[in-house]
């Protein structure tokens, strides 16, 4: 284990796989790492996910450094399974997190030029007027952050039941009422399925664009697996690839209204939409128990209007139409967000002008976001303690 030590703390922003996995990959470099986090424990986006969500990867590519996920949970692990693995995970790496702290706006601070300067340091505006000073911070306050709703037009007079995503736990509030989920990623496709498994009299799934729909495993393999090598290999062939292998493992829901997908599988990922894995849904349209229907255009007169022009009268409409990152307010004004709020950086590499400045955990990658977590936090840490190394010879 690499000693190396420094009295300022690195700051970890959430305590999610992420932040637990790059504060215990520091600590076992012998740097200190503070994990700073807003709600009462670990893993609190986790903990607000619907009841019947499993992992889409297996267990043993879902690990975190330093801990495999037990064998009893299973090869698809339950949230509360996971949050037991990250509250054991925390306990074990005797990592130092303080919860109830909100983190509000991260900034440079330059040195004083004083004698026994040590570069650059970075303040962080916390609840309570705090003000930290660390040597670094790694932002990991998650893809799912922030839930995002389209601004329908008519939407504020709507005046039947409507909900984000966020907000569901599980069916037996709908049991007997017509559903409408908005939003055909892994989350509405699985809503749309434990409602239909649930007993809500009816439920129809809106869709912008057709997704790519994989088996979650095909004798054995798991679709994590092709996601992995998927990402060395060139989009093109990808694509090719998948095209055929869809048309083999996937049956043609065209007549059920859910075609296949133009855009070839790698290339939807690139822009940001990893492909839906069935956990029911194929069976759910064939059978008519979902249906699915154009796009939400607007709320017009008690009714939602979709993109074909037809009208609609659901009970309630629940919109799985994703998160923001929100990292505008927090690190917006040093110039390291693109033009969609993203990190212009990740992992072990600190954006242009900012040294010392981490993050992870804000993409979407169809090999797996745990996977990614993992690898970056290894990353991070070697990343930092080979910067303590530098700064304790200079």
């Known amino acids: 284990m690499d000693r190396t030590t420094d009295d300022r703390p690195v700051y970890v922003i959430g305590a999610g796989p992420g932040g637990l996995a790059v504060a215990a990959a520091l600590r076992r470099r012998g740097v200190r790492a503070v994990v700073l986090e807003k709600s009462d424990a670990v893993g609190a986006s986790w903990r607000g996910h619907y009841d019947r969500l499993r992992l889409h990867t297996t267990r043993r590519l879902s690990a975190l450094p330093g801990m495999p996920i037990p064998r009893s949970f299973g090869r698809w692990v339950s949230r509360d ?76 007079s709507y005046e039947g039941e409507f909900l984000h995503a966020s907000s569901y736990r599980n069916a037996a509030p709908y049991a007997g009422k017509d559903v409408l989920v908005v939003g055909v990623g892994n989350t509405g496709a699985e809503i749309a399925v434990d409602l239909a498994e649930g007993g809500a009299a009816r439920v129809r799934l809106a869709i912008r664009t057709a997704p790519h729909i994989v088996r979650r495993s095909t004798a054995g393999w798991p679709a994590q ?20 292998l869809g048309r083999i493992s996937v049956p043609d829901l065209s007549e059920r209204g ?137």
């Open 225 to 244: 697996r092709s996601g992995i090598l998927a990402r060395r290999l060139p989009a093109w062939f990808v694509d090719r690839a998948g095209a055929v």
């Open 81 to 156: 399974n996971l949050v037991r693995y990250l509250e054991t995970y925390a306990d074990l790496h005797e990592l130092e997190i303080v919860t109830g702290v909100e983190v509000s706006r991260v900034e440079r601070a330059e040195p004083s030029g004083q004698p026994g300067s040590r570069g650059p340091e970075w303040v962080l505006h916390a609840t309570g007027g705090r003000r930290l000073t660390g040597r670094a911070v790694v932002v990991a306050t998650g893809y799912n952050h922030t839930p995002r709703l389209p601004e329908w037009p008519g939407l504020p």
């Open 258 to 394: 859910l075609p296949r997908p133009e855009t070839g599988l790698l290339s939807r990922a690139r822009q940001g939409a990893v492909p839906v894995q069935d956990v029911g849904l194929i069976a759910a349209v064939r059978i008519g128990r979902v249906e699915p229907v154009a796009a939400v255009e607007a709320f017009k007169d008690g009714k939602v209007v979709l993109t074909d022009g037809e009208h609609l009268a659901p009970d309630v409409v629940i919109a799985a139409t994703g998160y923001e990152r929100a990292l505008e307010g927090l690190v917006g004004h040093l110039g390291v967000l693109d033009e969609r709020g993203r990190p212009l950086a990740h992992g072990g590499r600190s954006p242009a002008g900012a040294p010392g400045l981490y993050f992870t955990g804000f993409t979407n990658p169809i090999s797996g976001m745990l996977r990614e977590l993992a690898i970056d936090a290894r990353k991070i840490a070697t990343a930092l303690a080979r910067t303590a190394r530098t700064a304790r010879k200079s």
